[in-house]
């Protein structure tokens, strides 16, 4: 014999802060998981051969108008911090768009677990053959377990440009975002 349980909302069992709602039409939401989607308010410069933090500074929920997104307040100081509450597994994504000084010789961006594992590093392609590539777009995705209280995750960049040049990370056109980074809890 089947069972079936009708609700509207589900809450916590001390505080009745609501965890779940079900529309009439069955959508679920969840007004408390864990995401965020973070922006630049400046360019940022990368030196030469060297490994550099992504910064994103646009980071209050509701910020820049709607666009940041940052429930539960995980992104802070340039990195995902997760609780023992928030703990799990993530999508992150990023997109970044470069603009180098001359030539970009060697390249790549990629999530950093806990300062030190490397993880999905995404090496800039090289250009048709005799191209001199100096810009682009990376775009990253991919899933990290952060299973343990306090697991962080940061973005980092190295570019190794000729004659010594530099990359400039470039925060926007008009008023849209162009170099970003986000997140949201799975599972």
């Known amino acids: 014999m089947a069972s079936i349980l009708k609700v509207n909302t589900i809450q916590d069992a001390t505080n009745s802060n609501t965890a779940m709602t079900f529309s009439s039409t069955g959508v679920i939401s969840e007004p408390n998981r864990p995401c965020f989607h973070v922006t630049k308010s400046a360019d940022q410069s990368i030196s030469d051969a060297s490994l550099t933090l992504v910064t994103f500074d646009e980071i209050t929920d509701g910020g820049n108008s709607k666009r940041q997104i940052n429930v539960g307040g995980g992104y802070a100081n340039n990195k995902y911090t997760v609780t023992a509450q928030t703990t799990g597994i993530y999508f992150f994504y990023t997109n970044i768009f470069f603009q180098a000084t001359?030539?970009?010789?060697d390249a790549y961006v990629y999530f950093r677990k806990n300062g030190s594992a490397d993880i999905q590093l995404l090496q800039q392609p090289a250009g048709?053959?005799?191209?001199?590539?100096t810009s682009g777009t990376w775009q990253n995705n991919c899933l990290i377990n952060l299973d343990t209280s306090g697991d962080y995750i940061e973005l980092?960049?190295?570019?190794?440009?000729s004659s010594g040049g530099t990359m400039n990370l470039n925060q926007n056109r008009l008023s849209d975002p162009r170099t970003t980074?986000?997140?949201?809890?799975?599972?």
Do not use: E, F, L, R
């Not at 001359?102 to 010789?105: F, L, P, V």
């Not at 048709?128 to 590539?133: C, E, I, K, L, Y």
């Not at 980074?181 to 599972?187: P, S, T, V, W």
């Open 102 to 105: 001359d030539t970009i010789q």
């Open 128 to 133: 048709p053959a005799g191209s001199n590539v």
């Open 156 to 161: 980092m960049i190295y570019a190794d440009i």
């Open 181 to 187: 980074m986000g997140a949201y809890k799975i599972a």
